[in-house]
């Protein structure tokens, strides 16, 4: 099946399929699937590649303009996920989880990533910034809630021809394991066989050359334990502070961009000059942690306390709001990525 009536533009040749409702597909889409499965608000960008023997993206999940995947047997994007513009990947089989963010330019290959044992798999609710690259020739497991830095290269061989091994030099084949909560910084390398234990952290530019245990700061080249992490959870009144320091910073910040911002009592007003308004309301000392962030089509509860939640549907102000907990690490689950408001001095140059 070449041309779809519902997706003009967009060259689909699969077998099997099933199609949600609210699928978008942009222009210059190349699909080869013998079965595809697009859940209800998948959305796949413009110009994209995609080509697997099984084909899945669930409910909201996204690929960004211009993706290319090939993926023999496998490709599944989770619910709520979200690659960004300009992922590459090839591999045998590609599964990522729910609610994970994959930045700009991510690349799964870089090798002969073609071959049995080339399988990548990514937890949910992940973080990967931009220009990270997975050497997979052998399997590299992500767990949930993991941290990627930009820049940070996983490599599953290594090898030089000059230095071959019938002249007594070592190539290594093996695959990469990150557990849950960890966090790579800046620059890190993680070589073949390596295991970074449960959220353990390792530093900007550390090359891991080893197996790292759970629950540690990793630093240098090679890495080394520097020390054990001990971190004591925010008793109710530390949470508190924590929450309202986070919600001054955030008012302000909408301030910058462009939205006016004005306190009438406990309640904060916030307007977008074109008709837009919300209140935005914490619940005080004595009341539970939770901030609601509400207008006249409804309102949506931000629950501070254990687990995280998020009540009620949110709209621009409380993706926005959801967006900066994120990046201060207060991860609220929802079905789709929250993306930020554009600061009006930036949107006036887009237009």
Excluded at 70 to 88: E, F, H, I, M, Q
């Amino acid at each position: 099946m070449a041309e779809d009536e519902r997706f003009p533009g967009v060259d689909l040749r699969v077998g099997r399929s099933r199609i949600g409702v609210g699928v978008e597909i942009g222009r210059g889409s190349v699909i080869v699937a013998d079965e595809l499965v697009l859940g209800d608000g998948a959305r796949v960008g413009a110009g994209c590649d995609l080509r697997s023997a099984h084909l899945e993206l669930a409910a909201a999940a996204q690929v960004g303009d211009r993706g290319r995947l090939l993926v023999a047997d496998r490709l599944r994007v989770g619910a709520g996920s979200r690659l960004d513009t300009d992922a590459s990947a090839v591999c045998r089989s590609l599964d990522i989880g729910a609610g994970s963010y994959i930045g700009h330019r991510w690349q799964v290959g870089a090798g002969a990533s073609m071959e049995e044992h080339s399988t990548v798999a990514v937890g949910d609710n992940c973080q990967i910034a931009p220009d990270v690259v997975f050497n997979a020739t052998e399997p590299i497991e992500i767990g949930s809630g993991v941290g990627i830095s930009a820049h940070v290269a996983v490599f599953t061989h290594g090898y030089h021809s000059g230095h071959a091994v019938r002249d007594g030099h070592t190539a290594a084949f093996a695959g990469v394991v990150v557990g849950d909560g960890v966090w790579l910084g800046f620059r890190a390398t993680l070589l073949p066989g390596v295991e970074v234990g449960e959220g353990t952290v390792v530093a900007a530019t550390a090359t891991v050359t080893r197996t790292l245990p759970p629950g540690v700061l990793a630093a240098g080249v090679p890495a080394t334990v520097r020390r054990a992490l001990a971190p004591q959870p925010l008793d109710a009144t530390g949470r508190r502070r924590a929450v309202d320091a986070l919600l001054q910073s955030w008012l302000h910040r909408l301030a910058y961009k462009g939205l006016a911002v004005h306190r009438a009592g406990p309640v904060w007003q916030v307007s977008d000059g074109s008709g837009g308004g919300w209140r935005v309301q914490s619940a005080g000392p004595a009341g539970p942690c939770e901030v609601v962030v509400g207008s006249e089509q409804g309102q949506a509860v931000f629950v501070f306390e254990e687990p995280l939640a998020v009540r009620g549907e949110l709209d621009v102000l409380g993706h926005d709001l959801r967006d900066f907990c994120r990046r201060a690490t207060w991860m609220f689950p929802y079905p789709i990525n929250s993306t930020a408001l554009v600061p009006e001095r930036f949107a006036r140059l887009l237009s």
